[in-house]
T-cell receptor
């Protein structure tokens, strides 16, 4: 069975500092991996995805994520955090063995302090 | 880009009322849509997969008769919470994808349901 773990409920970082939001996954076969962001009382917005190819994936708003197969991780990163990045971040996985269902992690709240 | 519209954004109603939530894909066709329920402090729970022209696939523990899903066209899925009670109060979100496989899901803005 596929699963996603986001080990941190909350990440606090000062504006201008680099940020990392962690994600590990478990899936049979090769994974499709996604990051989404949610602002208060809104649906989720797509940030980036990893399907195949380069392990470093660049996405919206200056975010990037690194796929690490040996560690089964897909951590979200940004070199310099903004206060406006404060939101709820979800990692998600979809297996490519015929299923179409996407499984979401529990979410990590990012708080960027000015 | 692909846009998903969800309506209404907020509903407040009395216990025992049935509430219908609509999810529309505005610029693409979606044979499959998903309905999620989000609990306080974040957890996103998949309730069911809505399939155009056929019955929805419900996740374990989700009552089919309580949460009725209809996917009548390639651009519209509806979720009806029947005889709603206060414990059904939650944030409901739908999503759809222009295609299967590598395409990300696109989400509606959610519906805040409050049952008095």
């Amino acid at each position: 069975a596929q699963s996603v773990a986001q080990p941190e409920d909350q990440v606090n970082v000062a504006e201008g500092n680099p940020l990392t939001v962690k994600c590990t996954y478990s899936v049979s076969g090769n994974p499709y991996l996604f990051w989404y962001v949610q602002y208060p009382n809104r649906g989720l917005q797509f940030l980036l995805k990893y399907i195949t190819g380069d392990n470093l994936v660049k996405g919206s708003y200056g975010f990037e994520a690194e796929f690490n197969k040996s560690q089964t991780s897909f951590h979200l990163k940004k070199p310099s955090a903004l206060v406006s990045d404060s939101a709820l971040y979800f990692c998600a996985v979809r297996d490519n063995t015929g299923g179409f269902k996407t499984i979401f992690g529990a979410g990590t709240r990012l708080f960027v302090k000015a | 880009g692909a846009v998903v519209s969800q309506h209404p954004s907020r509903v407040i109603c009395k216990s025992g009322t049935s509430v219908k939530i609509e999810c529309r894909s505005l610029d693409f066709q979606a044979t499959t849509m998903f309905w999620y329920r989000q609990f306080p402090k974040k957890s996103l729970m998949l309730m069911a997969t809505s399939n155009e022209g056929s019955k929805a696939t419900y996740e374990q523990g989700v009552e089919k008769d309580k949460f009725l899903i209809n996917h009548a066209s390639l651009t519209l899925s509806t979720l009806t919470v029947t005889s709603a009670h206060p414990e059904d109060s939650s944030f409901y979100i739908c999503s759809a994808s222009p295609g299967q496989g590598v395409q990300p899901q696109h989400f509606g803005d959610g519906t805040r349901l409050s049952i008095l």
